[in-house]
C-alpha cells in the first residue's frame, strides 16, 4: 500500500501523471464525479488549518465520496491521552483513506506503520507538507508551463516552514534549478535540508537577508509566512515577524513574468496591494489545492486496491 509521507514517496513521473489528471479535472469536472462513490476519507487534523483540511474535504466530495474527521486535537481523544497510533487504528476501521496533520514531525510516518489504510501526510510539524508541494507543482506547471531552468526566490521563515523544505526536495530533482534562499539568519533553511537536496546535488544557491537585492533575478518567488506557533518565545517572533513585506515597489523590480506563490495563511508579508498584480499566483494556487489533492485521492486509493 502506497502513503504520501513525503514528497519524494513518488516519483518525477507520477507526479507529471497527477498533474495531468489534475488538469483533466479542471477541464472535465463531470467525469470524476461519481470516481471514489462509497469511499470515505478521514481528515484526522491536530492542528489548525483552511486550505488543507477543506481542500482535502472538497475534493472527496466532488469526486462523490464521503468525508469525517476532527478538526482541533482537543476534540478527539487525543485530549485524553490516546497514542497517535492507536487513534489511527481505530480510524482505518471508519476510513478508506486518511489526511492527516499533527504537530509532531514524523508524527504521519509512524501512523503509517500502523495503519490498514492509504496515510497521507497534510503537514508535520516544521518538517514536511508534501500535498502543499504537489499544489506548489501544479500552480508552477500552469503558470510557467514547466519545471526546468528556473530560478526560485523562498523567502521568509525558511527554518520553520515545512512547505519550504518540500518544495526544495521536490524542485531539486529538476534541471537548470537555482535557489535563491532569502531569510534572517535566524530563520534560515535547516543544514539537513540543505545538505540534502540543495549541496549532494550541487544545485546552484545564494543565501540572502535582501529581497529587494535578489527579486531581479527570480521566476518563482515563494513567500512565506513566518510560523509564529513554532517559537520558543514570543519576543522572537515580534522581531523577526515582519521581517519581509512584498509591496507594489518591490513587484516593480521584478521580471514581468514572476510568479509569487504563497501557501496561505498569509500575515503581513505580502502587502493586499499586490494581490492585483497578475503575476501574484496564491489565490489560484489555493483553488489549484483542490483538483491535485483529487488526483492524489484517487491515486492512492487505486493503488490500495491493486
Ligand atoms: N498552510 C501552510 C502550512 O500548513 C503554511 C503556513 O501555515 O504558513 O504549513
Known sequence: MKNLIDILDLSVQEIDEMIEVAND?????EKYREACNYKTLATLFFEPSTRTRLSFEAAMLELGGRVLGFSEASSSSAAKGESVA???AVCCGYSDIIAMRHPK???PLVASAKATVPIINAGDGGHNHPTQTLTDLLTIKREKGHFNDLTIGLCG???FGRTVHSLIAAMS???GIKFVLISPEELKVPSYVKNAYIKSKNIPYEQTIALENVIDKLDVLYMTRVQRERFFNEEDYLRLKDCYVLTPEKMAMAKKDLIVLHPLPRVNEISVAVDD??????????RYGKFIRMALIMKLLEEANK
Not at 479535472?25 to 469536472?29: F, K, S, T
Not at 498584480?277 to 489555493?286: E, M
Open 277 to 286: 498584480d497578475p503575476r501574484a499566483c496564491y489565490f489560484r494556487q489555493a
Open 157 to 159: 521563515d525558511l527554518k
Open 105 to 107: 514531525e514524523g508524527a
Open 25 to 29: 479535472i479542471i477541464d472535465h469536472p
Open 173 to 175: 530533482r529538476y534541471s
Open 86 to 88: 492507536d487513534t489511527i
